[in-house]
């Protein structure tokens, strides 16, 4: 008995860095905010017929939309304040409860993540920085400025992805090839995350190892396949097999346990429409609820998945109207005059699976929890979360549906 007591306190004296901080009421509350954020915007860019992978960080979207409600008067600042669902909170808790969060969730010594963000406004030639903006704007959400000239369009946007390429190593080379509306403020993420498992108990060692690597198919639709490195592992994960519904759902618990990736799959290869359609709180919580720690055999494309949003349409489409249209925006407290738009939203990410830094762990497979696992293979599409236990938000959320590749034969 004394064991099973002495590995609890083990448990919770390596817990204690990182939970004797407890979250602010104000950050619990934005967290809370973000991840409503996170679902609306999700639904309206999954019905975008033209999108294909998602990829999305709800938190760091929750920032920008404090950028802009920091930026904005009236309606322009109002809506950002409602997209987010905080109409009712006053902006100071806003800014110092996104900011809380933020730097909570992408503390990588707390962590063991690659977490890199990069946040920029970049503004007109023309325009001047307010000072307060500028000082405000970095104190709570990290944001960095720029003015730059779209005159020469080639070396402008040269110059933006190049800043996105430092920021991220080198990840994440390019946000966007082209931007149509060179007349107004753009606001820029760019962002690199990459989770790290090292764990020392072997019930822990949860994630992939570069021996149990192979190449496979990716059946992108019934009738188009791709090339793609596939990672297995064997482990005791959270797992439901949603026999209603037709689909699986498995968490891979995050370094420290402060996060878990949480896969979502329809057992067959289908458009992800219906399992969407499910997809919100309420549902997450249902799964959760039923999913049991067993033997899983998860095998995952071995890839880096990378996205560039605009997200400005889909922002839009949830209320942000007056800060993207010129006639009417008033993002005055930017520049200290009416006189700048927001023309774009660039969201962009690279998330990376891989094995490296994984300790093989051979005679995990010769354990009895580790028989008759059920099997998860991801090799169509799914939908997928980074949910953070500690402060309850959505780190990211979003969907592989063509990964990296070479096409395949056809199948039948
Ligand atoms: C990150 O977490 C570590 C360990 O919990 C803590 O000591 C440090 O102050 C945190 N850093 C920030 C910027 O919050
Ligand atoms: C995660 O932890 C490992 C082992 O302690 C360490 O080598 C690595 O640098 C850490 N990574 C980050 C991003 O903190």
Redesign the pocket.
């Known amino acids: 008995m004394w064991i099973i007591v002495v590995l609890a306190l083990c448990g919770l004296a390596m817990a204690v ?2 939970e004797d901080r407890k979250l602010s009421d104000k950050a619990t509350t934005l967290a809370d905010r973000s991840t409503t954020l996170a679902f609306n915007l999700y639904h309206a860019m999954a019905k975008d017929k033209d999108m294909e992978n998602i990829l999305l960080s709800p938190v760091v979207v929750a920032s920008s939309l404090g950028l802009v409600s920091l930026g904005g008067k009236a309606a322009t600042a109002s809506q950002a304040k409602a997209v987010l669902s905080a109409d009712k909170l006053n902006d100071d808790y806003v800014h110092s409860g996104l900011s809380e969060l933020l ?1 909570e969730v992408s ?1 990588s ?2 962590r063991n993540v690659t977490w890199k963000i990069g946040n920029r406004l970049y503004g007109p030639a023309s325009i001047n920085f307010a000072d307060d903006f500028v000082k405000n704007s970095k104190k709570h959400y990290n944001y960095e400025h720029s003015k730059i000239n779209f005159r020469d369009k080639r070396s402008a946007l040269k110059s933006i992805n190049e800043w996105a390429a430092q920021t991220t190593d080198g990840k994440l080379p390019e946000v966007t090839k082209d931007v149509e509306k060179t007349d107004g403020a753009l606001i820029v993420n760019a962002m690199f995350f990459k989770p790290h498992i090292k764990q020392p108990k072997w019930e822990d060692k949860l994630w992939f190892h570069h021996k149990m690597v192979d190449n496979r198919g990716f059946m992108v639709s019934r009738s188009y396949t791709v090339g793609v490195p596939m990672m297995h592992r064997t482990g005791l994960y959270n797992y439901y097999d949603d026999e209603t519904e037709k689909l699986q759902v498995v968490e891979m618990p995050l370094a420290h346990k402060l996060s878990s990736m949480i896969f979502i799959m329809p057992n067959h290869v289908e458009p992800l429409e219906r399992v969407e359609k499910l997809l919100n709180r309420e549902q997450l919580k249902t799964w959760a609820g039923k999913m049991k720690k067993r033997s899983v055999a998860i095998s995952l494309p071995k890839v880096v998945l990378e996205v560039s949003h605009d997200l400005q349409k889909h922002l839009a489409g949830l209320g942000l109207t007056e800060a993207i249209d010129k006639s009417k925006a008033d993002l005055s407290k930017i520049s200290g005059k009416k006189d700048l738009y927001l023309s774009n939203v660039f969201h962009a990410a690279a998330l990376e699976w891989d094995t490296e830094g994984n300790p093989y762990d051979a005679d995990i497979y010769g354990r009895e929890e580790m028989r008759n696992p059920k099997l998860f293979y991801a090799d169509h599409p799914f939908v997928f979360l980074i949910k953070d236990s500690k402060t309850n938000s959505i780190l990211f959320i979003g969907r592989l549906v063509r990964p990296k590749g070479d096409k395949m034969r056809d199948e039948l």
């Open positions: 860095p990182s730097n503390n010594t707390a």
